[in-house]
C-alpha cells in the first residue's frame, strides 16, 4: 500500500534559519504529492502540490520538488518566520478513481524562535 | 466562498449522549470526508461521500454515525462515545469526477476542526 515517511521532529530553528523537512514516499503508480500546514489550534491548509515528476510546488517562500527517482518531495525555505511555526504533513493521493484516498506522513512540528 | 465551516467549533458530551457535528461547504465540491486527528499525530480518515453517497467507511464503530442530506452538508451523529474518541474531527471537501478515474489532483479543502471530549 501506499505510505509516507517524514524525519523526524521537533525542529527548532532561528529566525532567516534555512529550512529542509524530508519527506519520502511509497507508492503505485503516479501519486500527486503535497506539503499540508496546521497552525495552532486548526485545521489543515494546502501549502503546496505537485502532480508529476519533476513538478516544482511553491507557495509563500516554500518550495519542494516531486523525485521519482528518489521517491521524495523535501520541503525547503530559505528564510523562515516565526509565523512559519506549525506542524508540517507530507501527503500524497493516488491517481485512481473515484476512491481515491489521502495518505498522510507523521508530520513534524515546526518552532521558529525570534 | 472558499471555505469548509465546521459547527461547533468546541463539543463536550458524556458518554450517554447524542450530538451531532457539522460541515457546510459552497465551493461545489461533490466529495466531502470526516477525519479524527489525536493530538500530534496525523489526521486518519474515518468516511468518505460521493456525489452525496457514503463511498468510504474505515471500518468506524457504530457510534459515529455520518449523514449527507445535500451536496453542501456534512453531518456525523455522535452516540455513546467513550473518553478515547476525544479528538479534533476534521471535514474536507474535493472535487470528484463521477464515473472515471480522477486524473488530476485530488487537492481537500479542510475545515478548522471541531474539538470534541468526552467525560
Known amino acids: 500500500g501506499n505510505s509516507v515517511t517524514q524525519m523526524e521532529g521537533p525542529v527548532t530553528l532561528s529566525e532567516e534559519a534555512f529550512l529542509t523537512i524530508n519527506c519520502t514516499y511509497t507508492?503505485?503508480?503516479?501519486?500527486?504529492l503535497f506539503w499540508y500546514v496546521q497552525y495552532p489550534g486548526e485545521g489543515l491548509q494546502l501549502l503546496l502540490k505537485?502532480?508529476?515528476?519533476?513538478d516544482k510546488g511553491s507557495n509563500k517562500g516554500f518550495e519542494a520538488t516531486y523525485r521519482k527517482e528518489t521517491t521524495s518531495f523535501h520541503l525547503e525555505k530559505g528564510s523562515v518566520q516565526v509565523s512559519d511555526s506549525a506542524v508540517y504533513f507530507c501527503?500524497?493521493?493516488?491517481?485512481?478513481?473515484?476512491?481515491?484516498?489521502?495518505?498522510f506522513g507523521k508530520g513534524i512540528t515546526l518552532s521558529v524562535r525570534p | 466562498d472558499t471555505e469548509v465551516t465546521q459547527t461547533p467549533k468546541h463539543l463536550v458530551m458524556g458518554m450517554t449522549n447524542k450530538k451531532s457535528l457539522k460541515c457546510e461547504q459552497h465551493?461545489?465540491?461533490?466529495?466531502m470526508y470526516w477525519y479524527k486527528q489525536k493530538a500530534k499525530k496525523p489526521p486518519e480518515l474515518m468516511f468518505v461521500?460521493?456525489?452525496?453517497?457514503?463511498?468510504i467507511n474505515e471500518s468506524v464503530p457504530s457510534r459515529f454515525s455520518p449523514e449527507c442530506p445535500n451536496s453542501s452538508l456534512l453531518n456525523l451523529h455522535l452516540h455513546a462515545l467513550q473518553p478515547e474518541d476525544s479528538a479534533l474531527y476534521l471535514c474536507?471537501?474535493?472535487?470528484?469526477?463521477?464515473?472515471?478515474?480522477?486524473?488530476?489532483?485530488?487537492?481537500?479543502?479542510f475545515g478548522a476542526g471541531s474539538r470534541l471530549t468526552v467525560l
Open positions: 461521500y460521493s456525489y452525496e453517497k457514503l463511498s
Open positions: 474536507a471537501s474535493s472535487h470528484r469526477l463521477r464515473g472515471q478515474a480522477f486524473s488530476g489532483a485530488n487537492v481537500l479543502t
Open positions: 501527503a500524497l493521493s493516488d491517481q485512481g478513481g473515484a476512491n481515491s484516498k489521502l495518505t
Open positions: 465551493m461545489g465540491h461533490r466529495a
Open positions: 505537485a502532480t508529476k515528476a519533476d
Open positions: 507508492a503505485t503508480g503516479y501519486p500527486s
